[in-house]
Structures are given as structure tokens and as C-alpha cells.
């Protein structure tokens, strides 16, 4: 009797070891998650007979898959912004200029699984690679066709060339790309070149504004004792002995001296 229970006992503890055993190596094999909106998943198979011909199947919301057999990526379906470091191009002739360029793109559902089948990247990877090496590659090309003046006078038209270029061959690879932000500064030696002219324009400018200055000043000197001298000879020409002796008697008070010699009045010429 104590037999019989203890080996139904050990049956059950077998079998419940068993099932436990069954539910570890589920939850070891399966794997069940959520996909968020704001992401496109792709499901990979690992192995069969579909591995590397069509070995990506687009998924969103909850799922489930063998994670022995395949394996979840997922690539977000909103805007991404990329900083991107400083790098140098060069215009046609070869003079060297730096660009910092911050990008915006996103991939739509629609592209995921071409995008991952193509690379097998994740964004982070495909941002430092190829979406990279697309970037550089634009700019370069661009800035190949312009002369260096014509490059630094038009920094505007350039960039849009740039976005123009960048946008068509983004999408022959998958990827929409929205918008591109950047400076474009020529380099270090080239841009103390562009100082010193522009101090010595500045310098020059300002000894021809000082030149300027000095003549009309000098003519104003000029013009006041012109006028002055013309104004002392008028005023020389309209002296009269008439208007001397008009002057003497309109300051005489009257009074006629003590003495005289001769027999005329002062300040009076009888004729």
C-alpha cells in the first residue's frame, strides 16, 4: 500500500518536474514582445529553407517568435537626426574646406525589410556607414564642380545642390530623407587668407575715408581765407578819404580844439 503511493507520489513529481521542465524550455525558446507604433519589426528567420532568399517578414504589435530559429530587428518609422563630426572636401582646385552637417531621415514601413535585407544593420550602424558614406560622398561631388570664390560666395546654392543630390541617392537605397542642416568654412589657412584681405581692404577703406577727409578739409581752409582775403579787399577798395572824414566826424563830440594851424576846421576839407 505505502508502495503503491509512494510510486503514484513519484510519478507526479516526475511529471511535474517534466511540465516545468516543458514551460522553462518554452520561455527559453519563445520569445513574446510588443512592437511599439513608432517602429517597424522584422522578424528573421535564422534557419530553413528560406534563409537568405526571403528570410525578413515586416511585423507591429505583439509578437511571438522561436528565438533559436529567428530573430526580431526593429527599425524606428519617425524622423531620425544625425550629428554628424566635421569632415574636409575639397573644391576643384583642390583648395580644402570643412562642413558639419546634421541630417534628418527616416525609414518607412514599406522600406524596412528591402533596407535590412540589403545591409542586415541596425540604425546606429547604418547611420555611421552607409547613410554616412552617402553624405560625404554628396558633398564631395558638389563641391568638386565649384571654383573656390564661387564656392564661398555661394555657400547657400551649394548646400541646396548638396540636399538636392543626397536626396535621390538616399532613396535609391531605401531611406527618405527630409532635411540637412550644415556650415561650410574653408580652412584654416584659406580663411586667414580671406582675414588678411579683408583687414586690408578694411585698412585701405579707411586710409582713403582718412584721405578723403584731410582734401575737404584742406578745401574748407581754403574756401574760408579765399573768402576772408576777398572780404578784406572789398572791404580796402571801399575806403575813401571821403568815408574816413565821414567815420572822424560821426565820432567827434563837437568841440573844436584849443589851437589850430591853418585856417581850416579839422576833419573838414573846404574846397
Do not use: C
Amino acid at each position: 500500500m505505502n508502495t503503491s503511493k509512494t510510486k503514484t507520489g513519484l510519478r507526479v513529481g516526475i511529471g511535474g518536474i517534466a511540465v516545468i521542465g516543458i514551460l522553462v524550455l518554452f520561455i527559453m525558446m519563445f520569445a513574446v514582445e510588443r512592437i511599439d507604433s513608432g517602429q517597424t519589426g522584422i522578424i528573421v528567420n535564422l534557419a530553413g529553407s528560406e534563409r537568405g532568399v526571403d528570410d525578413a517578414k515586416v511585423e507591429t504589435g505583439w509578437v511571438m517568435y522561436n528565438r533559436f530559429t529567428k530573430q526580431l530587428f526593429e527599425y524606428p518609422a519617425f524622423a531620425q537626426i544625425v550629428d554628424y563630426e566635421p569632415f574636409d572636401i575639397q573644391d576643384k582646385k583642390g583648395t580644402i574646406f570643412q562642413t558639419d552637417p546634421t541630417i534628418e531621415y527616416y525609414i518607412e514601413r514599406e522600406n524596412a525589410k528591402v533596407v535590412f535585407l540589403r545591409y542586415r544593420k541596425t540604425t546606429e550602424e547604418l547611420e555611421q556607414s552607409v547613410i554616412l558614406t552617402e553624405v560625404k560622398n554628396a558633398y564631395k561631388d558638389v563641391a568638386g564642380m565649384y571654383e573656390t570664390d564661387s564656392l564661398i560666395n555661394n555657400r547657400p546654392a551649394f548646400e541646396k545642390e548638396v540636399e538636392v543630390l543626397l536626396k535621390e541617392r538616399l532613396s535609391q537605397r531605401g531611406f527618405t530623407f527630409t532635411n540637412i542642416q550644415s556650415s561650410v568654412k574653408p580652412n584654416e589657412v584659406l580663411q586667414a587668407a580671406i582675414d588678411a584681405k579683408n583687414t586690408a581692404v578694411q585698412n585701405a577703406l579707411k586710409v582713403e575715408n582718412e584721405k578723403k577727409a584731410a582734401i575737404a578739409e584742406a578745401e574748407k581752409v581754403v574756401a574760408a581765407a579765399k573768402g576772408k582775403a576777398d572780404a578784406n579787399r572789398i572791404l580796402q577798395q571801399s575806403i575813401t578819404p571821403e568815408l574816413i572824414q565821414l567815420k572822424a566826424v560821426e565820432k567827434w563830440d563837437g568841440k573844436l580844439p584849443l589851437s589850430t594851424s591853418g585856417n581850416t576846421l579839422p576833419f573838414l576839407q573846404l574846397k
